[in-house]
C-alpha cells in the first residue's frame, strides 16, 4: 500500500476551479473519480490528516499511488465529465447502484422495419421502446393479452425469415395474435402503425383505445354484426385487465419516477416506482456498498446520474417530473443535464405533503425491506469469502491480502489439440470478463509442465508489455511544468474565462494489464516449479505462486519438498478448490471446442483465400477433394467463384504437398467421431 504523502501534490499546483480529479493505483488503474467546486480544498482534505479519514476513503488513498486532475469552466461541465469518466474507467471506489435482481421489459423494436413486440432484459437499445419493469409472471400475461388487439410481430428474425420463404405465416399468425407482415396480410406502414398504437396503449393512452373499440362495437351491433360486435367486447375486456391491473396513485396527468433511499453505515437500498398517467407501472431496486465518503445527496446524485445516463431510448424512459427523499448535490446543473438527456425540462423535486408524500413513505418501506433482505441472504455469503481469503493468506504465509488470484489449467487428449484456461477471482467472486484461453502447439504441448511454463510466460509477458505501454502513456500525458499554463490557470481563477484543460490522456485497456496477488495451478510439485520459473525468468518477483494437486487436495509451494495441508473443514481449501475446478471447466470446454473443430477439418481449409462458400462451389462442381487436387487450373475455374488466380493458387498449394500428399490420397478417408471409412 502506497504512503498517501509519496504522490500528495503541492498546494500551489492544484488550481481553485472547479474540475474533477482521479486517483490511480501502481498498475495505472482508476481507482476512483470524483468532481469539485474547488480542486484545491477538495484534493488537500485527502491529504492533511488521512488517518482521520473514513475506513474506505482511508483505503482508497493508501490504495492509490497518484492522483490528476482535469480543469473545466463550470460545474454542469464537471457533472458530465465525472460521469463519462465513471462509465468509462468503473472504479472500484466509486458507488455503482447494481439492480438488486434482473427485471424484464417490455419491448418494441421500432428500428426494425417490421418491428417487434419481445421481453427483453439486460442493456438497452437504440431505436427500442421499452415499458416497465415488470415481474416475469405479469410481462408474459401483459403481453399475451394486448397481442390479441394488436397483433404485433413477436417472432424472432428466424422465424421470420423462414416464413416469408415458405410463404405461410407461423402459428400465431393462424390464431390471430400476428398480423402476419410476413406474408403480406397488412403491408409494413399498417404493421408499424399498428405497433404504435401498442407503444401509445402502453404509454397511457388507453382511454383512447378502449373508447375508441366502445364506439365501434355500438356500430357493429347497430349494423347487426353481431360476431364482430363479441369480438370487440372481449378485445376491451382484455384492455381494461391491462389498464386496471395497476392501481391509480396520484393525477391521472402524473408522469414520475419516485425514488426512496434506506441507508446504513455500510449499505444502501435504492427503490424507484415508475409512475405513468398516474399508475405505478413498474418497480425497481438497487444496493449499492458505501466505498467512499458520501453523504445521502451525494448518493442521489449518483443515482439520477447512473440510472439516466445509460445508453438506450432515454427519451422515453424519462418523465417530466422525478421525486426523490433529498434534494440532491448541484440539483439545478443535475436538472439541466436531465432535461438535455429527455429534450424537454424535468424537475427534480422533494415531496413535502399529500399523494406524492404518502407514495414516498411507502416507497421507502420497500427500499428498507430490500436492504433486509439483502444482508440476510448476503451475510453467510461474504463472511465465507472473508474467512476463506483470510485462512488462504496466513496459511500461505503472504505478506499482502489475496485481491486478485488467478487459476491455470491444461487439458488435451494423450497430448493433441492442447489448451490451457486462466480465470480470475476478484474479492473472493469470479470475474468472467478477465477469463483468458491459450492455445499451446509446438515444444510446450509436450508434456504439462512445458505447457504451464508457457502459458504463464505468455500471460506475464503481455503483463509487463502493457504495463511498459501504460507507463509511457501516463508520461507523455504528464508534461513538464508550463509557465504560460500557470499564468492562464491564474488569470481563470481571478474570473476569466475556462475552458476545459484536459492535463491527462486516457490510456487504453489492456487485457492483462493487472497482476494477480496468487497464480493457482491445477497440478503438484512440477507445475508449480514450472510456473515459478517463468516468473522468475521474466523478472515478474510479485506474485506468489501454489498448486493445488488433485489426489489428496495438497496445497505445493515453489521449490518446497513438502505441501501444506489445510483441514478438510478449511474454507480456505474449499475457494482454492472451486476456483480449480472452474478453471479445469473452462479448460475442457475450450478442448472440446477446438477437438470438435478438428475433426471436421478438411483438405481444402488449408489453401489460401480459399473461403467456405468457394469450397462448397467446388465440392459441388467436382464431386470429391480428390478430383479437385487431380483438376487444372483451367477446370477450376469452370466451378462458380473460382478466377485464374485463385485457380493458380489451389493447383500450387496441392503440388506444393509433393509425394506426401499423394501419399495420404491413397489412404482412406476416415469419420473421427463414428469411424466410418469415407470414400473421396
Request: charged share 25%.
Amino acid at each position: 500500500m502506497a504512503d498517501p504523502t509519496s504522490y500528495r501534490p503541492q498546494t500551489g499546483e492544484i488550481p481553485t476551479n472547479p474540475g474533477v480529479y482521479r486517483f490511480r493505483d501502481p498498475h495505472g488503474r482508476v481507482v476512483y473519480v470524483g468532481k469539485a467546486k474547488n480542486l484545491r480544498s477538495r484534493l488537500n482534505s485527502y491529504f492533511a490528516n488521512p488517518a482521520g479519514l473514513l475506513p474506505k476513503t482511508h483505503a482508497m488513498v493508501h490504495a492509490a499511488s497518484s492522483v490528476e486532475w482535469t480543469v473545466v469552466g463550470s460545474e454542469l461541465e464537471s457533472l458530465q465529465l465525472e460521469y463519462t469518466w465513471i462509465k468509462e474507467f468503473k472504479p472500484r471506489f466509486n458507488v455503482v447502484f447494481r439492480d438488486d435482481k434482473t427485471y424484464p421489459y417490455l419491448a418494441v423494436t421500432m428500428g426494425e422495419k417490421l418491428p417487434r413486440v419481445q421481453v427483453m432484459r439486460g442493456e438497452r437499445k437504440k431505436g427500442t421502446r421499452y415499458f416497465g419493469p415488470y415481474t416475469a409472471g405479469a410481462i408474459r400475461e401483459t403481453m399475451d393479452t394486448l397481442l390479441r388487439v394488436f397483433p404485433v410481430r413477436s417472432c424472432s428474425a428466424g422465424v421470420l425469415k423462414r416464413a416469408q420463404a415458405s410463404g405461410r405465416p407461423c402459428l400465431l399468425g393462424y390464431i390471430d395474435k400476428c398480423s402476419a407482415p410476413c406474408v403480406g396480410r397488412v403491408t409494413p406502414e399498417e404493421h408499424r402503425a399498428l405497433a404504435e398504437d401498442f407503444c401509445a396503449f402502453m404509454g397511457g393512452e388507453a382511454k383512447r383505445f378502449i373508447s375508441r373499440l366502445e364506439k365501434e362495437m355500438a356500430a357493429a351491433v347497430a349494423e347487426l354484426d353481431y360476431e364482430r360486435a363479441a369480438r370487440l367486447r372481449d378485445d376491451i375486456a382484455a384492455l381494461r385487465k391491462v389498464f386496471e391491473r395497476n392501481a391509480v396513485v396520484l393525477a391521472e396527468d402524473t408522469d414520475a419516477d419516485v425514488f426512496a433511499l434506506y441507508e446504513d453505515e455500510l449499505e444502501a437500498a435504492v427503490q424507484v416506482f415508475h409512475v405513468r398517467a398516474g399508475r405505478v407501472k413498474g418497480q425497481r431496486g438497487w444496493v449499492v456498498e458505501k466505498v467512499e465518503d458520501a453523504t445521502t445527496p451525494d448518493l442521489v446524485e449518483h443515482l439520477l446520474q447512473q440510472v439516466y445516463g445509460e445508453d438506450g431510448d432515454t427519451q422515453g424512459r424519462l418523465p417530466r417530473e422525478v421525486l426523490v427523499p433529498v434534494e440532491p448535490s448541484n440539483a439545478q446543473d443535475l436538472a439541466v443535464w436531465l432535461g438535455g438527456l429527455r429534450g424537454a425540462k424535468v424537475d427534480i423535486r422533494v415531496p413535502q405533503r399529500g399523494d406524492k408524500a404518502a407514495l414516498m413513505s411507502t416507497v421507502r418501506e420497500n427500499a428498507e425491506h430490500a436492504l433486509r433482505l439483502h444482508k440476510t441472504r448476503r451475510a453467510g455469503d461474504l463472511t465465507v469469502r472473508s474467512q476463506a481469503l483470510q485462512e488462504l493468506q496466513e496459511a500461505l504465509e503472504l505478506p499482502v491480502p489475496l485481491l486478485r488470484i488467478e487459476c491455470y489449467d491444461v487439458s488435451h487428449v494423450q497430448g493433441t489439440n492442447v489448451v490451457a484456461s486462466m480465470v480470475v477471482v476478484e474479492d473472493g467472486l469470479p470475474k468472467k470478463s478477465d477469463y483468458r484461453k491459450f492455445s499451446i502447439t509446438g515444444a510446450a504441448a509436450t508434456d504439462d509442465t512445458a505447457a504451464m511454463h508457457d502459458v504463464l510466460t505468455r500471460r506475464f509477458r503481455h503483463y509487463l508489455v502493457d504495463k511498459t505501454a501504460q507507463v509511457e502513456a501516463s508520461e507523455l500525458a504528464s508534461p513538464a511544468p508550463n509557465p504560460a499554463a500557470e499564468a492562464a490557470d491564474a488569470d481563470a481563477a481571478a474570473g476569466g474565462d475556462t475552458t476545459i484543460a484536459d492535463t491527462t490522456t486516457p490510456t487504453p485497456r489492456a487485457k492483462f494489464a493487472y497482476p494477480p496477488n496468487l497464480v493457482v495451478v491445477d497440478g503438484g510439485k512440477p507445475q508449480v516449479n514450472a510456473a515459478a520459473r517463468a516468473l522468475a525468468e521474466l523478472g515478474v518477483d510479485d506474485v506468489y505462486v501454489v498448486g493445488l494437486a488433485k489426489r489428496l487436495e495438497e496445497v505445493w509451494l515453489p521449490d518446497s519438498d513438502f505441501p501444506v495441508i489445510l483441514p478438510r473443514s478449511s474454507q480456505g481449501l474449499y475457494m482454492l478448490q472451486r476456483i480449480r475446478d472452474e478453471a479445469h471447466r473452462f479448460a475442457i470446454s475450450f478442448h472440446r471446442q477446438k477437438r470438435g473443430k478438428a475433426m471436421t477439418v478438411s483438405a481444402l481449409d488449408s489453401v489460401p483465400g480459399l473461403g467456405e462458400s468457394k469450397r462448397k462451389a467446388l465440392l459441388a462442381q467436382f464431386g470429391s477433394v480428390r478430383k479437385i487436387k487431380a483438376a487444372t487450373a483451367e477446370e477450376l475455374m469452370s466451378a462458380k467463384g473460382i478466377g485464374p488466380a485463385l485457380a493458380a493458387s489451389i493447383v500450387a498449394h496441392f503440388s506444393a504437398e509433393g509425394a506426401g500428399g499423394a501419399a495420404d490420397d491413397a489412404l482412406p478417408a476416415i469419420n473421427m467421431t463414428t469411424g466410418e471409412v469415407l470414400e473421396t
